[in-house]
């Protein structure tokens, strides 16, 4: 069982910097990748940004690319994603997701086991 949570979220305005952390707890040994997912209300909620775990392989949804960025640190078992230049359109409650398995689709949610709460972050114009 691996516990996620997620914080950092508050009220920015547009064109601010944020940054969001994912703790992990529990059995993370054999964790192969993490992302993180935004949901918007009334919205499905949608792929942001993964990595593989082991070789830091990165992958961005079209949108977010050149803005956003995500990084891990192994020893600590600690996610984060980076959000530069924010746009009202990032608002949303942004989730941590961890998987297990192997050889999944990253920016699949489907692939995931782990889920945190969720941590709101509102970019105001």
């Known amino acids: 069982q691996v516990q996620l949570v997620e914080s950092g979220g508050r009220l920015v305005q547009t064109g601010d910097s944020l940054t969001l952390s994912c703790q992990a707890s529990?059995?993370?040994?054999?964790?192969?990748?993490m992302a993180w997912f935004r949901q918007a209300p009334g919205k499905e909620r949608e792929f942001v940004t993964g990595?593989?775990?082991?070789?830091?392989?990165?992958y961005w949804a079209d949108d977010v690319r050149g803005r956003f960025a995500i990084s891990r640190d192994k020893d600590k078992a600690n996610l984060t994603l980076q959000m530069n230049n924010l746009k009202p359109k990032a608002t949303a409650m942004y989730y941590c997701?961890?998987?297990?398995?192997?050889?999944?689709?990253?920016?699949?949610?489907?692939?995931?086991?782990?889920w945190g709460r969720g941590t709101k972050v509102l970019v105001s114009s």
């Open positions: 997701a961890g998987s297990g398995r192997e050889q999944i689709p990253v920016t699949d949610r489907g692939s995931y086991e782990y």
């Open positions: 529990g059995r993370t040994g054999r964790n192969y990748a």
């Open positions: 990595l593989i775990w082991t070789d830091g392989l990165r």
